[in-house]
């Protein structure tokens, strides 16, 4: 939360605290108003899988303050279980190669980038060639954005990361694409330190290495259930 936020809220915070019935107010305002309802979409409940061409896992780091240096891994998949309807009860799962990684250093014949992340002093790719991670919970934030609570394995290590997601829309499929689509894009944010991965992290009170933060950039389409076409 940025500091001018954070000032205002406890503003808010501490004017709320003198008048005990603004307090009962905004309870029963906020009763009145019930849980958040989903935005409505065409797109059916049920069982659907990643989209390959049309998905994306980025992550960036700043390094030494001056920009985020920015790679990706090529090969993952995932699995969703949707309930359009009732979207704590879906349930998300994710892989990740950890070896796919691929950094576009320019010239892999003088380094080998990918290759150096993949040792023991960064992802260790020989003893832990997987990720995962598999949501445990999904809470609404408006009807087109939730925040997913999940297990990630990274490193051997297992910590819950929460992902801001939003949904981009769907729809039940036609004739020239005949299964149900839906869209989403999220983020994260976690510390590499707290999965084993302490590599060059910054001395404190300086930026002379690279960030201990990891931004997690995700797009993806996934494919569900099959359209059935209208009777004649």
């Known amino acids: 939360m940025r500091p001018t936020v954070l000032l205002v809220a406890l503003a808010a915070l501490s004017l709320s605290a003198c008048s005990p019935e603004s307090d009962k107010s905004a309870e029963n305002k906020k009763d009145a108003a019930g849980p958040i309802q989903p935005v409505a979409t065409p797109a059916p409940s049920g069982s659907y899988k990643l989209d390959k061409a049309h998905a994306s896992l980025i992550f960036r780091v700043s390094h030494m303050g001056f920009s985020n240096y920015t790679a990706r891994f090529k090969r993952f998949d995932a699995k969703l279980d949707l309930d359009t309807a009732r979207p704590a009860n879906s349930k998300l799962e994710v ?138």
């Open 95 to 232: 892989v990740v190669d950890a070896t796919s990684l691929e950094t576009d250093f320019p010239d892999p014949k003088v380094v080998d980038f990918n290759a150096q992340l993949q040792n023991e002093q960064w992802l260790g790719t020989a003893k832990f060639p997987e990720m995962t991670y598999r949501s445990t919970a999904i809470g609404m934030t408006s009807p087109n954005t939730a925040l997913v609570t999940g297990d990630l394995t990274l490193h051997g290590v297992t910590k819950p990361v929460i992902l801001t997601a939003t949904f981009n829309g769907g729809y039940p499929g036609m004739e020239l694409d005949p299964n149900a689509r839906i869209g989403f894009s999220a983020k994260a944010t976690l510390k590499r330190s707290e999965f084993g991965i302490a590599a060059g992290i910054p001395p404190p009170g300086t930026n002379m290495g690279v960030s201990d933060d990891v931004e997690i950039i995700v797009e993806a389409e996934f494919s569900g259930p099959a359209w059935t076409k209208p009777a004649p």
